[in-house]
């Protein structure tokens, strides 16, 4: 579903990602950890295809976001750390304005967006305009509009910050049951313990190189995510 190949990409004399392959099969569930500063929104932004990269190449579905870039996008949804939305629409015109890009339809649009508001618990909110929202409702409308395409693969970057614990809950359970419809995502977190349950697989990443990747099981063995992950780092 999405392969990472090489990747490259400095800013000046910074190396923010150091020849970086990363392959995610469909049904996974991959996260992607490593301190502030690390590489880590440097690769997810390459991957959405908002950053050209130095070196390497990315494919979605198949796709290279090099060459088939609007492809790759319509198969994919990004959910960025600090959501920026059109702060003068109405919650309900924002998720249609992005169900016409995504050329969703009429009826599927309108089940898709009943069902996630009312999962999200927004649906009484939608008429408001966006600037009257808090961050974690913000964060919910974004989330919404990652899903009303279906995206074959969802890109996020730490996903559950701001949400509350019934809505991080629930965020984990569209990720896996988009899993098990054979759908992917790659996500990174802070969050170790998330990460640990959650994640089929993990990847590791200092100073813009990946230090390990693979399942939890072998990632962990008989330690904790958290104590593998600064056994590393350090």
């Not at 964060?139 to 970057?157: F, G």
């Not at 991080?168 to 995502?185: I, N, S």
């Not at 813009?208 to 056994?231: N, P, Y």
Request: net charge negative; proline share 3%.
């Amino acid at each position: 579903m999405l392969r990472i190949e090489n990747l490259s990409k400095s800013f000046g004399q910074k190396k923010a990602v150091d020849d970086l392959s990363l392959h995610i099969n469909p049904g996974e569930i991959y996260g992607f950890i490593g301190h502030n500063g690390a590489g880590k929104t440097t690769t997810i932004k390459s991957v959405c295809g908002i950053l050209k990269f130095d070196r390497g190449e990315i494919y979605i579905n198949g796709k290279s976001i090099k060459t088939d870039p609007m492809a790759c996008k319509m198969d994919m949804a990004y959910l960025p750390d600090n959501p920026d939305l059109y702060e003068f629409l109405s919650g309900i015109k924002y998720l249609n304005f992005i169900a016409d890009i995504y050329g969703v339809d009429a009826k599927t649009r309108q089940e898709r967006i009943k069902k996630y508001g009312d999962m999200f618990e927004l649906t009484g909110d939608l008429g408001q305009p966006v600037s009257a929202y808090s961050h974690g409702m913000k964060q919910k409308l974004a989330i919404i509009s990652a899903l009303i395409h279906d995206p074959k693969l969802m890109v996020m970057d730490e996903p559950f910050v701001g949400l509350d614990p019934k809505a991080t809950h629930l965020l984990k359970q569209v990720m896996r049951e988009k899993c098990d419809r054979g759908h992917a995502v790659f996500f990174s977190t802070h969050i170790l313990e998330v990460a640990e349950k959650l994640c089929d697989k993990v990847a590791i990443i200092k100073g813009g190189r990946l230090i390990a990747s693979g399942s939890m099981e072998e990632i962990t063995k008989d330690d904790s995510l958290e104590d593998v992950f600064l056994e590393l780092t350090e």
